[in-house]
């Protein structure tokens, strides 16, 4: 067998993309044995088995403020309340995707502790909002396109301009002692540019987590924590 090149791995990930888009209405699918609402146009945990691994494994404080960039469906939001949080704020750039994790919010009675709003990364933030943890499961596909549609926002970063962004701003979010947490693939993604990233805004990325797992070709997943050097 000839060995895969990155742009099969985006090809798989293409591949998936296009399956999910075969859903025109809402369908349900279980997260860690909770139910979620999905809807049509939205990062899809039946498609994408990423979802499930951040939200089990994704460390959460008790009684933290916590911020995720890119929600989807809101299925790691609503997760880290059961695993502790106190409060979630929600950010995304898909209007379908804050539909949806506004419907999973109401199907899980957590109105008053997951909020979501649409925008892009930081943009929905009043001054004052600071938060103990930042969390982004990042677009890890590279590519060079520059004007996709939403949903392709989820899984592909024109030039890696958001991640780069994200890695560089997020710290002006943080409550003193808080922390950024980034999902990742070091198959999917481009590890030497978060790093680049990181450096250059005085981080360092640690590894708390790694998982193997298979999309349409064998994938490791992983979560680093962007700490200051």
């Known amino acids: 067998m000839d060995e895969l090149k990155y742009q099969d791995y985006i ?3 293409r591949k998936l993309l296009e399956d999910s888009k075969s859903e025109k209405e809402p369908y349900r ?6 139910e979620f609402i999905v ?18 494994n994704i460390p959460v404080k008790d009684g933290e403020e916590m911020l995720e960039i890119g929600p989807g469906t809101g299925a790691i939001s609503i997760t880290a309340i059961y695993k502790g949080a106190k409060r979630v704020l929600a950010i995304d750039i898909n209007p379908d995707a804050v539909k949806n994790t506004e419907a999973n919010i109401k199907l899980h ?13 930081f943009e929905p933030l009043k001054s004052d909002e600071k938060f103990d943890t930042i969390f982004w499961n990042t677009p890890f596909g590279l590519i060079e396109q520059e004007d996709i549609p939403d949903l392709e926002k989820s899984v592909y970063d024109p030039h890696y301009k958001s991640t780069e962004q994200f890695i560089k701003q997020a710290g002006e979010h943080l409550k003193n002692g808080g922390r950024v947490l980034v999902g990742f693939s070091t198959t999917l993604g481009k590890l030497d540019l978060l790093q680049k ?10 590894l708390l987590y790694e998982a193997e797992s298979k999309e349409v070709h064998p994938v490791k997943f992983e979560i680093f924590e962007a700490s200051p050097k």
């Open 197 to 206: 990233f990181a450096g250059e805004a005085n981080l360092t990325l640690n």
């Open 109 to 121: 009675k957590l109105e008053g502790k997951v909020e979501v709003r649409q925008g892009n990364l």
């Open 11 to 13: 090809e798989g990930t």
């Open 39 to 56: 809807y049509p146009n939205v990062f899809s945990p039946k498609y994408f088995s990423d979802t499930e691994l951040f939200a089990e």
């Open 29 to 34: 699918v279980q997260i860690l044995g909770r």
